[in-house]
């Protein structure tokens, strides 16, 4: 029973995470960083999110410990950062956010051949919704980018931060024992220490109103959820994990829909944007409605 609850409530941590993530759009395609240059507008809303972030984290931090697989953590957990705002800064904020989720199969395949995680028959047919849904957005998206513009850069910078964002994912699972909130502060201020080199020589400090927006950033949007999800990754497997994380791709173009619809930058999401997504909201249905917590069958049974 007790091993039950704990799957329980670390699948409502996850989802309470995926849910805080999707905001990213509403903050990054804000009309109010509009004039700030779109080539490096990324790394300014990275480092500006992981100050406020990891300076909001620090004070709650307990047990902060060193270990040396916290250097390549820390080092991968930035360049997932930078890559996914580059992205969004050059393309659409559904767009960025989908292709960074060519992550859950990269952590299913690795988290089941280096970690020994467990994958089911339930696991492997999301596995397939979500390829067979990520894969048709990324061809569309694809297909109709000219090869020459911003956007195509940006699908770049997405599927980089896929890779990364699954490395991410693993990384907390691999250092699980340690203090969710000191992993988490500590991400964040490296990230914001390497990214300052570039951005605070470059670039005037934001307005308090724009100051204001980042602070939220940083705090509701990405520090906060982090912590959510190294709590909730303790105990269920990265690749199920990264799975529920596919309801933040779900929820990220309704917010910037809900907030920005009317404003001249906004672009909509395609229709194959539309078709993915109900592919993988088939595949998560699939997977966990009537879902036990305990006594599934392994793959090789």
């Not at 991400?187 to 100051?211: C, E, G, I, S, W």
């Not at 990405?222 to 309801?247: C, D, E, I, N």
Request: glycine share 6%; hydrophobic share 55%.
């Amino acid at each position: 029973m007790q091993q039950a609850e704990n799957i329980r409530r670390a699948r409502a941590l996850i989802v309470v995470a995926a849910v805080m993530w999707s905001t990213s759009g509403f903050f990054a395609k804000a009309p109010l960083f509009a004039a700030w240059p779109v080539e490096s507008r990324g790394l300014i809303l990275a480092f500006w999110r992981a100050v406020f972030a990891g300076i909001f984290l620090l004070p709650f931090v307990r047990r902060p410990r060193f270990h040396w697989g916290l250097v390549p953590a820390t080092l991968i957990f930035a360049a997932m950062n930078v890559t996914y705002l580059n992205a969004m800064a050059r393309t659409t904020a559904a767009n960025a956010i989908w292709l960074q989720y060519i992550s859950p199969a990269w952590v299913f395949i690795l988290g089941v051949i280096f970690l020994k995680e467990t994958a089911t028959r339930r696991d492997v047919s999301m596995l397939l919704m979500a390829t067979l849904g990520v894969g048709f957005i990324l061809a569309m998206e694809l297909a109709h980018t000219d090869s020459t513009g911003s956007s195509l850069i940006g699908v770049y910078w997405g599927l980089s931060s896929g890779v990364l964002l699954a490395l991410v994912i693993l990384s907390l699972r691999m250092l699980r024992e340690f203090d969710a909130v000191w992993l988490i502060a500590l991400n964040h201020l490296v990230t914001a220490a390497l990214v300052a080199f570039y951005v605070v020589p470059r670039y005037d400090a934001p307005t308090p109103k724009q100051l204001g927006w980042l602070f939220c950033f940083g705090v509701f949007q990405m520090g906060t959820p982090y912590v959510l999800f190294a709590k909730g990754v303790r105990t269920l497997p990265g690749h199920q994990a990264s799975f529920l994380l596919l309801l933040e791709p779900l929820l990220v173009p309704v917010w910037v829909w809900l907030a920005w619809r009317d404003h001249p930058e906004y672009v909509s999401p395609s229709w194959w944007t539309f078709v993915g997504g109900a592919l993988i909201l088939t595949g998560l249905i699939v997977c966990y409605a009537r879902l036990p917590d305990s006594g599934r069958r392994r793959m090789t049974d």
